[in-house]
């Protein structure tokens, strides 16, 4: 078999999805520090399982089309880092099959290329010995085994996924953290996984998993497109239209002189006559997504770059006129100029963000990392011209910033990492200020407050000189363990002895697993300890995290 067909390749996905499922325990294993947190599994299962939805909705059978579908059903369901960097990679496959009626080892291996060049723009700093060095790796051994014209699908794919296992166990060496916690990468494991069920699916076998054990697929149980209803965020709102005429075009025969920076010009252009601005662009293509009321400056602006093909216009509001023409009429909410979205885990962290004047509390943070769609849907709930987003977890970063791309709404992303920074930011905030200057001050605030987190090692390890036990209280502070005992309040007192220094005030929020009466008992032993610290305490309610400690 050489080449695969539409139905073939739906299935191959379906195979990858499951494949993925059943699996995503083991993945979350990998995670490189002790702590009950690692989600690289579970975030890229769900971003699939998302995509597998779409994509079983769709009722063509082109491949084009399917490759659309899940596309756009991954960015939709994209969580955590892993998640967004798989949804890149199938972005990738969406791109290099628009225009193919069938897939081959030659147009496979494109795909793979496509998506990795996606997935390595999407990170602002791409570090090697992560997923995007294995999907690299693959894709140039496909681009490589794809040259023999006669080569069988099934072995060109076993090359492929060969090649992918064999750099993920080298991966340990290029990152010496992987090394410390004897693991290989998790998002590798993922990507490797997913390709694996679509090999083994192409070929009729079962899937595995990771320890070898067979297990008989069913591929079609879990992707039930009825049982799970998602916002589409390419679905026109017709309600709120600011913005009437919906305008969609190709830019071909880019002119010589048009580079990256004039195509980042054109889109930032276009977001200053419209909103839900979409640009897509690669060597000789530019496909353009744009809400305007003038769609004669966005396409005077394409017309800077080459030549037009393939335009459409649409006027929302006569067809939103069409749709309700016998309904009540609905009284427009007037936008109010800034509104915030903060990210955060517990009922107190919830309560304390609301207390700071947030708009809009998205439930995720450790262990359940929102998708795009939650954040994109929370940004446009906040009804706001500048709506300022705080992921509070590095794993929400990147989700966050294709949640901006897609949002109703000028979006900024502040890169805080924790909740302290959160509420650091918070704290700078101004609900009448200037959108850039509410940016800028928000953001000086992050990396001002030392942090550390109180939680238990879920697994036998050595990091930082400290030889961990499961089950064992540890100290993170800065992505190194700094304590460990076996007592909670001991932990973080030694813990704050190490962040604390020529500081002038600790505050502490204690987790569901953390009595009102226990936290009261720490902060009277640390303010007798730390008579020149200043000792705040507040309900947090966060899970797997006894306590998370500021310092300032």
Not at 135 to 154: D, G, P, Q, Y
Request: with cysteine; proline share 3%; hydrophobic share 40%.
């Amino acid at each position: 078999m050489t080449i695969i067909d539409g139905s073939k390749f739906k299935e191959m996905l379906a195979g990858g999805v499951k494949a993925l499922e059943i699996n995503r325990a083991t993945i979350d294993e990998l995670n490189v520090f002790p702590v009950p947190d690692g989600d690289t599994g579970t975030n890229m299962s769900l971003t699939l399982s998302s995509a597998m939805r779409e994509a079983n909705a769709c009722k063509s059978l082109h491949i084009e089309d399917i490759a659309q579908a899940f596309s756009r059903g991954a960015l939709k369901g994209a969580r955590g880092n892993s998640g967004v960097i798989s949804s890149q990679i199938f972005k990738g496959f969406a791109k290099a099959l628009e225009g193919k009626a069938e897939l081959t080892p030659k147009a496979f291996a494109q795909c793979l290329k496509c998506g990795t060049e996606i997935a390595y723009s999407a990170v602002t700093k791409p570090k090697e010995g992560t997923i995007l060095t294995v999907i690299r790796v693959m894709a140039e051994t496909a681009v490589s085994a794809a040259r023999s014209k006669k080569i069988e699908f099934t072995d060109f794919l076993k090359k492929v996924i060969d090649a992918g296992e064999e750099i993920l166990q080298k991966t340990p060496e290029m990152l010496p953290v992987l090394k410390k916690a004897g693991v290989v990468d998790a998002g590798g494991r993922g990507i490797v996984t997913i390709f694996d069920g679509m090999y083994r699916t192409l070929c009729g076998l079962d899937l595995v998993l990771i320890s070898g054990e067979s297990v008989k697929p069913q591929l079609d149980s879990s992707f039930d497109s009825a049982s799970s209803k998602e916002f589409d965020s390419f679905e026109n709102d017709y309600e709120n239209i600011t913005f009437q005429y919906c305008t969609e075009y190709f830019i071909t025969h880019l002119k010589k002189e048009v580079t990256e920076a004039a195509i980042d010009k054109y889109r930032d252009h276009l977001m200053t006559i419209g909103d839900c601005v979409l640009v897509i662009s690669d060597a000789d293509l530019v496909k353009t997504h744009v809400h305007t009321n003038h769609p004669d400056r966005a396409l005077k602006a394409a017309l800077e770059l080459g030549e037009l093909d393939g335009v459409k216009i649409e006027n929302m509001l006569e067809q939103y006129r069409k749709i309700h023409e016998n309904d009540t009429p609905v009284e427009e909410v007037e936008k109010k100029n800034n509104a915030v979205v903060s990210v955060c885990c517990g009922s107190g962290m919830a309560d304390i963000f609301k207390d700071l004047f947030v708009d809009v509390v998205v439930e995720g943070g450790q262990t359940m990392n929102p998708s795009v769609d939650a954040i994109l849907t929370a940004i446009n709930s906040a009804n706001a011209k500048n709506v300022y987003v705080l992921p509070n977890n590095s794993n929400i970063i990147l989700a966050a910033n294709q949640a901006k791309e897609l949002a109703q709404a000028d979006v900024y992303v502040i890169p805080t990492t924790n909740i302290p920074e959160g509420i650091s930011a918070m704290l700078a905030y101004d609900e009448e200020g200037e959108a850039q200057e509410n940016y800028d001050n928000m953001c000086g605030t992050v990396g001002s407050t030392c942090v550390a987190e109180i939680t238990h090692a879920v697994r036998s390890t050595r990091m930082n000189g400290y030889s961990v036990k499961e089950g064992d209280i540890i100290g993170l502070s800065n992505k190194k363990i700094v304590a460990k005992t076996t007592s909670v309040e001991e932990t973080a007192i030694t813990t704050i002895k190490k962040i604390a220094q020529d500081k002038v005030m600790v505050t502490l929020y204690y987790g569901e697993g953390v009595s009102q009466e226990e936290a009261e008992a720490l902060v009277a032993r640390l303010s007798a300890e730390f008579e020149e610290l200043e000792i705040a305490c507040y309900f947090g309610g966060q899970p797997h995290y006894f306590y998370i400690i500021s310092a300032e």
